[in-house]
T-cell receptor, first 110, second 114 residues
Framework: AQSVTQPDIHITVSEGASLELRCNYS??????LFWYVQSPGQGLQLLLK??????LVQGIKGFEAEFKRSQSSFNLRKPSVHWSDAAEYFC????????FGTGTSLTVIP | KAGVTQTPRYLIKTRGQQVTLSCSPI?????VSWYQQTPGQGLQFLFE???????NKGNFPGRFSGRQFSNSRSEMNVSTLELGDSALYLC?????????????FGPGTRLTVL
């Protein structure tokens, strides 16, 4: 079955600390992979996407993600978290149809 | 350029009723997708419309239906509402609907079924 899994429901980090959010996918072929962010009361905003090629993808707001085929993972990283990064993060994958993970809620403490 | 708009933003219905949600895509976008977001299930794909035709469909019962008009605006209808239909319903628009085109999401319609 095609699916995207985000193992961490909630993560708390200190402002200025590094961040890594995990995402694993299960798909017949390599899916297109995406990370979205959702702030309270807002829709989802695309942070970055991976289709093929370079496995390290740069996105907006200083985020990056690395595609690792051997681990079926597409983890999101940021070297230094800002308080405004507190939000819900969703990993998604698919081709004709998108499969979303259940999300990781990020809390940033000062 | 205006973003994706969804109306209404909040809705309260009772079991057995039906509801219609509306989504206006970004101007020029021809694809509209609908998603259901719940705390337990996350975001689940409902269906996608492109040029007034349903092109993809998720695994939802027939009570969930949709349509798209010639101006690309889309409506989603849920008949015979159940308590479990309480969710945030998001629509997203894109130029062509393929993954190469970014999906832009609306703020959602919060549906509460009592």
């Amino acid at each position: 079955a095609q699916s995207v899994t985000q193992p961490d429901i909630h993560i708390t980090v200190s402002e200025g600390a590094s961040l890594e959010l995990r995402c694993n996918y299960s798909y017949g072929a390599t899916p297109y992979l995406f990370w979205y962010v959702q702030s309270p009361g807002q829709g989802l905003q695309l942070l970055l996407k991976y289709f093929s090629g370079d496995t390290l993808v740069q996105g907006i707001k200083g985020f990056e993600a690395e595609f690792k085929r051997s681990q079926s993972s597409f983890n999101l990283r940021k070297p230094s978290v800002h308080w405004s990064d507190a939000a819900e993060y969703f990993c998604a994958g698919g081709r004709a149809q998108f499969y979303f993970g259940t999300g990781t809620s990020l809390t940033v403490i000062p | 350029k205006a973003g994706v708009t969804q109306t209404p933003r909040y809705l309260i219905k009772t079991r057995g009723q039906q509801v219609t949600l509306s989504c206006s895509p970004i101007s020029g976008h021809r694809s509209v997708s609908w998603y259901q977001q719940t705390p337990g299930q996350g975001l689940q794909f409902l269906f996608e419309y492109f040029s007034e035709t349903q092109r993809n469909k998720g695994n939802f019962p027939g009570r969930f239906s949709g349509r798209q008009f010639s101006n690309s605006r889309s409506e989603m209808n849920v008949s015979t509402l159940e308590l479990g239909d309480s969710a945030l319903y998001l629509c997203a628009s894109s130029l062509q609907g393929d993954p190469y085109n970014e999906q832009f999401f609306g703020p959602g319609t919060r549906l509460t079924v009592l």
